[in-house]
């Protein structure tokens, strides 16, 4: 008998073009939603609040080794001055320390510009 009425309803369901929903695709949508909406708020709020940490930490780390590098190069210039001075020529150690100096410099300016931390005080 259930499955006379089973026949019938899809029969007039065709005939009318009603299109029949799974209620279970509703439980999972509902499901699914939730779960985005707690990814979200955890994306949003304390991923993005690490990611500010970070940003900020890896800036000081690099505006440490901009200042060091600097720092480096200056006494270099004075150690050329006094070599220089007495006229004795520019070891290659020294040279060698002041091109590894030269290129934490560069490297550090240019991540400290690529961070633009800035945004994020």
Do not use: C
């Not at 070891?91 to 931390?117: C, F, H, S």
């Amino acid at each position: 008998m259930y499955k006379d009425y089973e026949i019938k309803l899809n029969a007039i369901l065709d005939k009318h073009g009603v299109q029949k929903v799974e209620l279970g695709l509703m439980d999972d949508l509902d499901k699914i939603y939730k779960n985005a909406q707690k990814l979200s708020s955890k994306a949003e709020g304390q991923g993005l609040s690490n990611l500010r940490k970070t940003v900020l930490k890896v800036e000081d780390d690099f505006l440490k080794l901009l200042r060091e590098a600097s720092e480096g190069l200056d006494i270099i210039e004075k150690i050329e001055k006094g070599l220089r001075d007495i006229g004795i020529e520019k070891p290659k150690e020294l040279q060698g320390k002041e091109n590894v100096l030269k290129v934490y410099e560069r490297n550090a300016e240019e991540w400290i510009k690529e961070l633009n931390a800035d945004q994020y005080r």
